[in-house]
């Protein structure tokens, strides 16, 4: 189609783009989202700092992940071919996680790699501790000063005097092997204060410590947290947990403060911080009551036997003799019990756990952070939350929740050092001896 007349105005005065210029063969083909991956050795667009003039750019698209969080979401370098360096970040349409969407800090990884105030080279502090003083060191020196430290302490026997830090934790269990076989329990993360409480519920349950809920199949979603805006892996979870509710799902969300997640929700409890488990008993308790338990399920994968000799030695050890006396144990907490430590309306209870108890092995559960790590105890929180998808057999199922590294590779590591016997007790105190939790060997105090 022709200019028209106002057009033809505009273009003169320089208002709008010459548009009798070049176009190139890019701006000719389709709009896509994303490029074709058969074109990721060159692909070609127009580079925007040279706009109006059409001036391609060729880039190689080298897929790489985000590390912004632990969602590990998937990103495309786009690495400029003339000069061999990144220009930007986009989502990677082909990782199955994020599926080429991220959030605003996905893209922004481009930053760190521009960051003017990036730390290149080792430093070591000059003058006082806190003064600010630093040099640039050669990382041979680096790396004798250290480990020289290092081998001194474990020489002496001294092994409280050597921790290892890591902001977040990428190494698949090598670093703590390696500590392992010098004989020190010092691997550090900010795990301790973060994840390790619902890691420690999740994992007496089931080994694995984390849990996998497949949201988008859900019948009910079951959040103690605020996936949709802050909770961790809130990306990937946010778009499935949306895709849930596009199918119907119903969204329960257990948070103190009414959270962009939570006023999405269509039941929002407010519980009082520390009360969840309570909350999560109560529920239990009305699944057994009203017979809504999947009795194949609890049948074959829970360990009723063992927890009748060691309880009940005298009882018959039958499974209805087992749901009989596990009705008895949870009949303590009842609603009442539930709305008055959660400060909460009885009501609520009842309607939201008549909600829950009715989702069958559709029910996606997940809780992170506050609620598990913020209140003594708080590991107990993660595993009520699992005890409702036992109950329910909703483990494993489509629309469930699975343990997280079900399908995961995890390689075996050969010659394993055996678990260490010293540590630095600023690190593990004492009164921990559940709290904290390095996964591949049990919490102290316990075998
Ligand atoms: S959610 Fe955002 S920050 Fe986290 S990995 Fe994905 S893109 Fe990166």
């Known amino acids: 189609m022709g200019k028209t007349f106002i057009e033809d105005i505009a273009q003169r005065l320089r208002i709008i783009p ?3 210029r070049e176009r190139s063969d890019g701006a000719k083909t389709p709009l896509k989202s994303f490029p074709e991956p058969e ?29 912004n969080c632990e969602s590990a979401c998937g990103l495309l370098a786009y690495v400029d071919k003339e000069s061999g360096q990144v220009s930007k970040f986009e989502g990677n349409p082909h990782h199955p996680g994020s599926r080429g969407r991220n959030c605003a800090k996905g893209p922004a990884t481009i930053n760190q790699i521009n960051d003017t105030e990036r730390i290149l080279h080792p430093m070591k502090r000059v003058g006082p501790r806190g003064e600010g003083g630093w040099e ?25 005097r050597v921790v290892y830090h890591v902001g977040r934790p990428g190494h698949e269990g090598y670093t703590n092997r390696i500590l392992k076989a010098w004989g020190v329990d010092g691997h550090n993360s900010h795990t301790n204060i973060c994840s390790a409480g619902a890691r420690t ?20 979603i079951l959040l103690t947290s605020s996936h949709l805006e802050t909770g961790h892996y809130f990306n990937p979870h946010a778009q499935r947990i949306l ?37 999560f008993l109560s529920w239990a308790s009305m699944i057994l009551e009203r017979d809504l338990y999947d009795r194949d399920f609890v049948e074959n994968w829970v360990n009723w036997e063992e927890w009748l000799q060691a309880d009940y030695p005298d009882e018959e050890s039958s499974f209805e003799r ?24 009885v009501e609520q209870v009842i309607e939201v756990g008549e909600i829950v108890a009715n989702a069958g092995s559709r029910l996606a559960t997940h809780v992170w952070r506050a609620a598990a790590i913020g209140n003594l105890g708080g ?69």
């Open 379 to 447: 590991w107990q929180v993660s595993r009520t939350l699992h005890l409702l998808n036992v109950l329910t057999g909703s483990v494993g199922t489509e629309g469930g929740t699975s343990p997280n590294s079900w399908s995961k590779f995890k390689p075996e590591l050969f010659d394993v050092p055996p678990d260490p016997d010293g540590w630095n007790e600023l690190h593990f105190p004492p009164e921990y001896t559940t709290t904290s939790c390095p996964w591949d060997m049990p919490p102290r105090g316990t075998t």
């Open 39 to 67: 074109d990721w050795h060159d692909h070609v667009e127009l580079d925007a700092n040279e706009w109006p003039k059409m001036v391609e750019k060729r880039y190689s698209l080298v897929p790489t992940t985000c590390f």
């Open 136 to 160: 640039r060191v050669s990382w041979d020196q680096a790396l004798d000063e250290i480990s020289t430290k290092i081998r001194e302490s474990l020489k002496t026997g001294a092994k409280d």
């Open 18 to 20: 010459n548009l009798d």
């Open 201 to 220: 519920g999740y994992a007496l349950w089931h080994r694995h410590d984390r849990p996998s809920p497949d949201h988008a199949n859900a019948k009910v």
């Open 243 to 279: 895709e849930g509710m596009m199918d119907g799902a119903k969204l329960v969300v257990i948070d103190p403060r009414l959270s962009n997640t939570a006023a999405m929700a269509d039941h929002w409890v407010p519980t009082w911080p520390g009360s969840e488990s309570a909350l």
């Open 322 to 345: 087992f749901i009989e006396l596990l009705k008895e144990e949870y009949s303590q907490y009842t609603p009442e019990f539930a709305a008055k430590e959660c400060r909460i309306p």
